[in-house]
């Protein structure tokens, strides 16, 4: 599964806060539901994002069931030095996927 | 002797028990009990510190025609700099089976304190955010959305 879209500006002035957004195809199965049978349908969730910028944590989040299916997330930084933002996500199985982005910063 | 059982029930009496049943379960018993989730998420996170209310402003649309994914936005007025920023932001619903929605983690580099998502709501309900400073602070913030479909056979 490689769904994940990033918004990340490629440049940016020193000092000026961008907008980042992260969005990953997953069904995000909140363990409340029930098949057709009335059986409970098994949970399958994202538990936790993690961006960071040439390795210094920018922002993470823990999600839980309510979080809605294809999970996608806004969030900001300030754009103090040029590099690779790295965005990662772990499943409750202790799956990761992950993508980069590249930001130069004047 | 008379010998009475000590718990006799009349048909009168299972009527009028019968009718007090239904006024519990009209009540909003149920949403106080939903409530106390919160309450609980809440102290499972922050201990009994003080919570003020302020500086976190929640954003949801007035009415979403879909509880299955709702745009959330919650921003927190801070300088975020190395000294003054915010720290977590807990995202918590009276009305989900969970009260916990999600926590957002933030940092110095985040620069600005406003994080948005896409959440599931099981009905009409205040979602509230609380939002941890660096120096500890605690501050919270709320908004209600009519939800018309609700996501609670869904969620």
Not at chain 1, 45 to 74: K, M, Q, W
Not at chain 2, 32 to 46: G, I, K, S, V, W
Request: proline content about 6%.
């Amino acid at each position: 599964m490689t769904g994940i879209r990033l918004s990340v500006p490629e440049t940016a002035t020193r000092g000026e806060v961008v907008e980042i957004k992260a969005l990953i195809r997953h069904p995000m199965e909140s363990g409340f539901r029930r098949g057709s049978r009335g059986e409970v349908i098994e949970r399958d969730i994202i538990t936790r994002f993690e961006c960071d910028l040439n390795g210094a944590l920018v922002f993470a989040s823990d999600f839980h069931p309510a979080i809605a299916a294809n999970p996608l997330i806004t969030f900001h930084m300030r754009a103090t030095e040029s590099g690779e933002l790295t965005f990662r996500w772990t499943d409750q199985n202790a799956e990761v996927w992950s993508d980069t982005a590249s930001i130069t910063v004047a | 002797m008379g010998n009475k059982p000590l718990f006799q029930t009349t048909r009168r009496q299972l009527l009028t028990a019968g009718g007090g049943a239904l006024l519990i379960a009209a009540s909003p018993l149920k949403a106080l009990a939903a409530e106390a989730d919160l309450l609980r998420a809440r102290a499972d996170l922050f201990g009994d510190r003080p919570i003020r209310e302020g500086r976190v402003t929640v954003t949801l649309p007035p009415i979403a025609e879909n509880g299955h994914s709702v745009p959330l936005t919650v921003s927190v007025d801070s300088p975020m700099t190395e000294d003054d920023y915010v720290k977590q932001i807990a995202i918590l619903s009276p009305r989900n089976p969970l009260p916990l929605i999600a926590q957002f983690h933030l940092t110095p580099l985040s620069g600005k304190a406003e994080v948005s998502s896409r959440i599931r709501m099981s009905g009409t309900q205040a979602i509230q955010a609380v939002a941890e400073m660096n120096d500890g602070s605690l501050w919270s913030g709320s908004m209600e959305t009519v939800v018309t479909l609700a996501a609670c056979v869904v969620l």
